[in-house]
């Protein structure tokens, strides 16, 4: 299938108008397809979420923290299974990450130790400052459980959905549920600006706010005036134009993921000790964009990582699950809530090809050589 769709004509009018800079209509036209996206009517109820486009899904989390008033010494709950980017803006802030372990059927934040954790925290003296749950590998995650014990305690969410673009919970797309919603378009994401981010913000002055610290925290004066520190986050009217063309094509790449999703599971119903991680609820639509398995090697014959190097050898590129946080050198210091369901899925886990480039012959190819490979 096509990788692209009408890039090129948004670049083209980005240069025609000499609109080379981080501003411009590609970055105000990228926001409202984004917006046009995300709110519809659930449940009678329309969503009115304003986007800001950025550098970086990193940028996005970082932003949404600093204006959730994250500061030296707070501490942050953060899903361990994830990639670092999900963490690293809370010490970006001077605060520390308290990790939370997954539950076993959508891989993302366990309620119940999350409610532990805060409780625990609280008796420790330390309410958390925000919540990052994660859709990984764009599961959705038990959100409305998540969202209820945030709201009980009366803690903001920030929904990490790098991952997650155009998954849906209950019908409503993924990291529009909490107060922030992050979106990626790193080169390996459902859509890409190259690289880029975005963050959904619940009402327009929140979103101006994040405009401000994105572009260096200006006071609205003739001259420069800062009153605060400010950031260079913003997203080039370039970049937006590759979005903008992206959008274009967003419900092909959807549907390509999920077509994907389809020819592995049906292969892998004959295939004992291959299990295809898919959605444990009906009520959740995952954009399925990495198809993961797990590998049992009673079963199956070989490991995950005989698996992996098996199908290098065929030219294949499959990766490890996420190593989970708790288990990064990096840190190793902060607290954790585990359960060992990420520790076991990263010694179990692989992604597979699922992207836009995989054709249908490369898929039967896959399946054949994992086929081929059961001992
Ligand atoms: C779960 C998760 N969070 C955050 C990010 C950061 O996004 P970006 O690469 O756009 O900074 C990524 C991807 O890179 C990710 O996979």
Redesign the pocket.
């Known amino acids: 299938m096509s990788e692209t769709g009408e890039e090129k004509k948004f670049i083209k009018e980005a240069f025609d108008s000499n609109w080379v800079v981080p501003l411009g209509p590609n970055v105000s036209g990228f926001e409202a397809d984004l917006e046009e996206y995300i709110n519809y009517p659930v449940d009678g109820r329309n969503l009115e979420k304003k986007v800001v486009a950025l550098s970086?899904?990193?940028?996005a989390?970082h932003l949404a923290l600093v204006n959730l008033g994250v500061k030296a010494g707070d501490e942050v709950i953060c899903q361990s299974f994830?990639?670092a980017?999900?963490a690293n803006p809370v010490v970006y802030q001077g605060a520390t990450p308290v990790f939370i372990d997954s539950e076993p059927s959508t891989w993302n934040m366990d309620p119940n130790l999350l409610e532990d954790a805060i409780k625990d925290r609280i008796a420790k003296g330390k309410k958390p400052k925000a919540i990052i749950p994660?859709y990984?590998y764009g599961m959705p995650a038990y959100i409305d459980e998540i969202m209820e014990i945030a709201n009980r305690y009366e803690i903001p969410v920030l929904e990490?959905a790098?991952?997650g673009f155009g998954s849906r919970y209950r019908g409503q797309v993924c990291g529009t549920f909490g107060e922030y919603g992050?979106m990626?378009?790193?080169g390996n994401?459902m859509i890409t600006t190259s690289?880029?981010?975005a963050l959904i913000c619940p009402n327009e002055e929140k979103a101006k706010r994040i405009l401000f610290y994105a572009t260096q925290a200006r006071e609205p004066l003739p001259y420069y005036e800062h009153e605060h520190i400010g950031y260079n986050y913003r997203m080039s009217n370039i970049c937006a134009g590759i979005g903008r063309g992206q959008m274009t094509i967003v419900n092909d790449h959807l549907a390509h993921h999920v077509h994907t999703k389809d020819v592995y599971k049906e292969a892998f119903a004959d295939i004992d000790g291959i299990e295809l991680h898919v959605a444990p609820e009906e009520y959740m639509e995952p954009n399925y964009w990495l198809n993961t398995i797990t590998v049992d090697p009673d079963k199956f014959g070989m490991d995950y990582e005989q698996l992996r190097q098996v199908l290098d050898k065929a030219n294949i590129e499959s990766r490890p699950l996420w190593k989970p946080m708790h288990m990064q050198p990096v840190f190793k210091d902060a607290p954790a809530y585990v359960n060992g369901v990420s520790e076991n899925l990263f010694k179990v886990g692989l992604c597979l090809p699922s992207g836009p480039m995989v054709t249908d012959e490369d898929l039967a190819y896959i399946v054949e050589t994992i086929k081929n490979t059961k001992k």
């Open positions: 970086a899904g990193t940028a989390i994830t990639f980017a999900s994660v990984l990490d790098a991952e992050v990626s378009f790193n994401k690289g880029g981010g």
